[in-house]
């Protein structure tokens, strides 16, 4: 499989969303890794990935990749964080694998009882043909999410260029992100995750600035671990890991750090 590792200070696997490509999440990467060592991937069925994907399990790969990672970086336990659809992959594994699982941190993420709405139910039904509406509809929808988060006009469109220009050398795949959300069918995570009792936090952007993932799914976590902590990063919505990486960051490492413990800090400078 391939992974990225970068960074040194205590582990952390960050898992992306349901487009399925690490590449998107790069700025966060980038700010995590500051202070952090930073494992990720691509999807198990991205032809990036170099994973095992198997159409009979589906979700489960996903989920088995975080300890396949584990064990290519030569880390017994990390962090474990999640964002959006990712979340729920990171909420599996931690339930799974409470031994592997240091901390959960889960970003902006889908919630167990989460079902696709009216929009996504449109997209659903024909992804390939809709994808053109859906690259030209979303960035309309993030409009005020670039405002709030970077109000010089010079920011947002260097920002908006590079964040263009990383979806098309990284391009996503409609019929795997509608087959991702299929996955979700039949499955019982709400039971899997009530036995998580891992130090959590959970990170989310503002409400009225989230057009993706509203901040109340995020928070349908609380009342399966009331212990959980609520971290809100300002002037961003959905999509804070590439508007506001630092922001992110400094929100996501002091929790990492704290949970960290003191065995398995194998630091890798890099």
């Known amino acids: 499989m391939t992974i990225v590792d970068v960074g040194s200070g205590p582990p952390i696997v960050v898992v992306p969303g349901i487009q399925g490509r690490w590449e998107w999440m790069r700025p966060g990467v980038e700010a995590l890794a500051?202070?952090?060592?930073?494992?990720?991937?691509?999807?198990?069925?991205?032809?990036s990935s170099g994973a095992?994907?198997?159409?009979?399990?589906?979700?489960?790969?996903?989920?088995?990749?975080?300890?396949?990672?584990?064990?290519?970086?030569?880390?017994?336990?990390?962090?474990?964080?999640?964002?959006?659809?990712?979340?729920?992959?990171?909420?599996?594994?931690?339930?799974?694998h409470p031994q592997r699982t240091r901390s959960l941190v889960l970003v902006s993420a889908l919630s167990p009882s989460w079902v696709p709405d009216r929009r996504v139910?449109?997209?659903l039904h024909a992804p390939r043909l809709l994808a053109p509406m859906f690259c030209i509809a979303s960035p309309l929808r993030m409009r005020?999410?670039?405002?709030?988060?970077?109000?010089?006009?010079?920011?947002?469109?260097?920002?908006?260029?590079?964040?263009?220009?990383?979806?098309?050398?990284?391009m996503c795949s409609p019929t795997l992100m509608a087959r991702r959300v299929h996955m979700l069918t039949g499955l019982n995570l709400?039971?899997?995750?009530?036995?998580?009792?891992?130090?959590?936090?959970?990170?989310?952007?503002?409400?009225?600035?989230?057009?993706?993932?509203?901040?109340?799914?995020?928070?349908?976590?609380?009342?399966?671990?009331?212990?959980?902590r609520v971290a809100t990063i300002e002037r961003t919505g959905h999509i804070g890991f590439i508007t506001r990486p630092r922001a992110m960051?400094?929100?996501?490492?002091?929790?990492?750090?704290?949970?960290?413990?003191?065995?398995?800090?194998?630091?890798?400078?890099g």
């Open 34 to 47: 500051r202070q952090c060592r930073v494992v990720t991937f691509s999807l198990a069925d991205e032809r």
């Open 52 to 96: 095992r994907s198997r159409r009979t399990t589906g979700f489960d790969d996903y989920v088995e990749q975080i300890g396949q990672a584990l064990d290519q970086a030569g880390i017994d336990a990390a962090a474990i964080c999640g964002v959006s659809y990712g979340g729920l992959i990171a909420t599996s594994f931690a339930a799974r």
């Open 121 to 123: 139910a449109f997209y």
């Open 144 to 170: 005020r999410e670039l405002a709030a988060a970077l109000p010089n006009v010079v920011d947002r469109l260097a920002t908006s260029v590079r964040s263009g220009w990383n979806v098309l050398t990284h």
């Open 190 to 228: 709400a039971d899997e995750a009530a036995g998580i009792h891992v130090p959590t936090l959970l990170v989310t952007g503002e409400a009225a600035l989230d057009c993706v993932v509203p901040t109340r799914v995020t928070y349908e976590y609380r009342q399966l671990w009331p212990h959980a």
């Open 249 to 269: 960051a400094d929100a996501i490492v002091p929790f990492v750090e704290e949970t960290a413990g003191d065995t398995d800090v194998r630091l890798r400078v």
